[in-house]
């Protein structure tokens, strides 16, 4: 290969400005043959294998293009945003839920996601929060490996596998003040402790790419960061794969005050372990003259390219670079993926609140007052990178309503409001549904730009409007029923105090209206628990479950409000109820080579089925490093019908479970006393040299 050939095999550009069959031949024009990447944002198999057979048939090589795309939460097939995700607590559910979304986008001419994000993320502020499975480092590995098993399946050469991308390694979440973009003050403890497991599980399940993140870590941004780049991803964990850039991320270099210029920046990322610039250029205009000064050497340039052409032969491009045109009615919405959608849409719910029983709704009840803007909305239900995602093909939660209580229930609808600004216009419409309905169902939320990339929102509340839409609604003297859609958790101030019950839907995406009304009405149990923390205000962020115990437990909270969040990690409510039995355990004292067996009865108490998560968690209450109050270590979810009991069981792995890193990521375990802790139980074991 010509060192031109090699340089631009490690260059990603877009395709051109749309999937506009006008722009086709212009873009294919504009294309490079030997381009390395393209981010591909049509759904057209047949321009896709356009442009490809431009790279096969006209560069002197033929070496096929890699085509990316943000499929975040589905190609087409929409799915919940990944923070909903989480709170279903079913990662084979996920997995089916990725898969689906690689093969519509194997389909589409897609080979490549940059998902899943696994950035533990404790600052709700932060928009990207939406994109990633909460506040825990266990949750996060365990869905990413659930993820990167569904899109790129047994092995990748597979017809419908793409290759997965962990992001953003490494610290973004915890940009200063959720302030997207900026300086990450993260110590080695808390890299090791916090950031690290879930990229260390995503590599170890054989995730075939990382994308470096914008964010500067202590001092050093992530872009150009040489100890996490290359001494941890390439040396240590041994990964074989690449290293992409984020959007720009290479020329950020230079306004965080970390390059001079653009040269300086393509060094500084290249040397570091960047083996792929996205969109930037920096590296087709740089590289050359760097080798040519001696700067970098032609071994670094083949060990890049060597990784990016590996990938490309694992997915079978260099034999199969065309995909099949198959009409998009053989390609979305297909029977068993919407029963993926439907079924991950459910379980991702959470049931806040239910005081007295207000939910399911009264079988006797013959009106509902169906409010607020969220009702007939069909955009922002989808939430942030919506993928290909259609709004024509969205179940909006009024289309829901309307399936589930046709013929039995009148439905008044009322918008109420918009999701912002100051127009009361409809409020007058709103009061009257309400007055002449039994019970009153209020759909509030986010819309979907409020979260995502560079949304970061100074207060979790909801706008003033609709705020003041509920205290119009709540003098009709008629319960109310919240539902909530967002992207991130919601302060909820008086709204939490006044609601007789409260669904958090979160982002449900194109079949989230059947699942929406089969929890009202009582058809579906809901199963969802949060996998992040609801503050009770902004100003109490962060809070989050497994912070360190403070020097003074009983002292330094906070003067004017609770300390205490509204709603914990793990929260959530059933229709049914549980009993849990006495933890038991396999033995009190235990060897640091010998395994322990927690084992627990669980027995569903009421009078219907459900499914119930049990959460384990360990504690460390004396360590040579300071351990967070309690960490969990595994869950297991578990259809109950009325009546059953089964056993729930942790195998505790002394090595995997008690030990913890210090801050050169060496673990440790260390003999003494632990907990373990599940649903208010906290039971004592010794761990002995």
């Known amino acids: ?91 084979n559910l996920v997995a089916k839920a990725a898969a689906v979304a690689a093969k519509e986008s194997k389909l589409s001419g897609v ?102 993140a914008f964010n500067d870590i202590s001092g050093v941004p992530a872009s150009a960061n040489h100890f996490t780049l290359t001494d941890i991803l390439k040396q240590r964990w041994k990964h074989d794969g690449f290293v992409v850039s984020d959007w720009g991320s290479i020329e950020n270099l230079i306004p965080q005050g ?32 760097l080798l040519k000064e001696h700067r970098i050497s032609m071994k670094q340039v083949d060990d890049a390219v060597r990784r990016i052409l590996r990938l490309k032969f694992k997915l ?87 399936k589930e209580f046709q013929g039995k229930t009148t439905l008044n609808f009322a918008k109420g409001c918009d999701f912002d600004g100051d127009d009361e216009s409809g409020f007058n419409e709103a009061s009257i549904a309400a007055k002449k309905s039994d ?39 008629k319960p109310i029923i919240l539902i909530i859609s967002n992207g991130r958790p919601i302060e909820l101030g008086s709204l939490n105090r006044l609601s007789g019950a409260i669904l958090e839907i979160w982002q449900p995406g194109i079949a989230g209206g059947s699942a929406v009304a089969g929890i009202i009405s009582g058809r579906l149990n809901p199963s969802g628990k949060l996998a992040i923390t609801f503050p009770l205000t902004t100003g109490q962020i962060p809070t989050y479950y497994n912070m360190r115990q403070s020097a003074r437990p009983k002292l330094g909270g906070y003067q004017d409000i609770s300390s205490e969040p509204n709603y914990w990690f793990g929260h959530g409510l059933s229709y049914t109820t549980f009993s849990y039995s006495k933890i038991t355990l396999s033995d009190s004292i235990i060897s640091k080579n010998k395994n322990l067996i927690a084992r627990v009865e669980i027995t569903n108490t009421g009078l219907r089925d459900g499914k119930e998560t049990a959460m384990w968690f360990i504690s460390d209450p004396v360590a040579s490093v300071t351990r967070p109050v309690k960490e969990l270590k595994f869950f297991e979810k578990k259809n109950l019908k009325a009546g059953e009991k089964q056993t729930f069981q942790f195998e505790i792995d002394p090595i995997r479970d008690l030990s913890f890193p210090d801050a050169n990521g060496v673990r440790h375990l260390e003999s003494g006393e632990f907990y373990i802790m599940l649903n208010e139980q906290k039971v004592k074991f010794e761990l002995v040299d």
């Not at 399940?205 to 994308?211: D, K, Q, S, V």
């Not at 719910?349 to 009702?375: E, F, R, S, Y």
């Not at 007939?376 to 993928?387: A, L, Y």
């Open 316 to 402: 079978g491009l260099f034999d199969k670079p065309y995909v099949e045109e198959l009409p998009e009615k053989d390609r979305y919405y297909q029977p068993e993926s919407m029963a993926i959608a439907r079924k991950l849409a459910e379980e991702s719910m959470v049931l806040l609140k239910n005081d007295g029983q207000t939910l399911p709704i009264a079988h006797n009840i013959k009106q509902i007052a169906l409010i607020g803007p969220m009702v007939k909305d069909s955009i922002n239900i989808m939430g942030s990178w919506e993928g290909q995602g259609m709004p024509s093909s969205v179940e909006t939660i009024f289309d829901g309503f309307k």
């Open 439 to 477: 019970i009153i169902v209020l759909c509030l939320g986010e819309m979907e730009k409020w979260s995502g990339e560079n949304a970061t929102r100074s207060t979790l509340a909801l706008p003033v409007i609709q705020q003041h839409l509920f205290s119009i609604l709540k003098q009709s003297g």
């Open 1 to 91: 290969m010509t060192i031109e050939e090699k340089i631009l095999q490690m260059t990603q550009w877009t395709y051109g400005k749309n999937a506009n069959a006008n722009n086709i031949e212009a873009s294919k024009k504009a294309v490079r043959p030997e381009i390395g990447s393209l981010i591909y944002r049509s759904v057209n198999p047949v321009y896709r294998n356009e442009i490809m057979r431009k790279a096969m048939e006209q560069s002197r090589l033929g070496i096929p293009i890699l085509m990316g795309f943000d499929v975040i939460h589905g190609f087409r097939t929409i799915y919940p945003i990944p923070l909903a995700q989480a709170c279903s607590w079913n990662p």
């Open 111 to 212: 080979d490549w996601t940059f998902s899943p994000m696994i950035d533990v993320a404790r600052d709700p502020r932060w928009g990207r929060v939406a994109e990633g499975y909460g506040e825990d480092p266990y949750t996060n590995a365990v869905f990413g490996v659930a993820s990167v098993k569904g899109y790129q399946g047994k092995n990748l050469s597979d017809t419908f596998s793409i290759a997965a991308c962990l992001k953003h390694y490494i610290g973004y979440s915890l940009s200063e003040g959720g302030r997207d973009y900026h300086y990450a003050d993260v110590s080695a403890q808390t890299l090791w402790d916090t950031f690290m497991p879930p990229y260390e599980a995503g590599v170890k399940a054989g995730a075939a790419t990382l994308m470096s």
């Open 258 to 289: 970390f390059a001079k210029d653009r040269k300086d920046a393509a060094l500084k990322s290249f040397t570091a372990g960047v083996e792929m610039d996205m969109v930037d250029n920096i590296y087709a205009d740089n590289l050359p003259l």
